[in-house]
C-alpha cells in the first residue's frame, strides 16, 4: 500500500497506526489526518527519538502494511 492509499483510507488505518504507536492520541491522529510527514513528527515527539529512528519505524510499518 502506498502513502496515498493510506492517506485515502486514514480514518481505517488509524486502528493500525494505535496498534504501532499506542501514545498517539486521538487528537494527534485527527491532526496528523494521513499526512506522512506529520505523522513521522507526532512520533518523533511522543517517542523522544530522532528523525532518523522514526524514519526507519515509519518504513518498517509501511511495508507491514502493504
Keep these: 500500500m502506498n502513502w496515498d492509499q493510506i492517506a485515502g483510507n486514514w480514518k481505517q488505518m488509524t486502528g493500525k497506526v494505535r496498534e504501532q504507536w499506542g501514545k498517539l492520541t486521538d487528537d ?10 506529520q505523522l513521522l513528527g507526532k512520533v518523533q515527539e511522543r517517542y523522544g527519538i530522532t528523525k532518523e ?11 507491514a502494511n502493504k
Design 28 to 37: 494527534d491522529l485527527a491532526v496528523i489526518g494521513g499526512q506522512r510527514d
Design 53 to 63: 529512528q522514526a524514519e526507519e519505524q515509519l518504513a518498517t510499518w509501511e511495508s
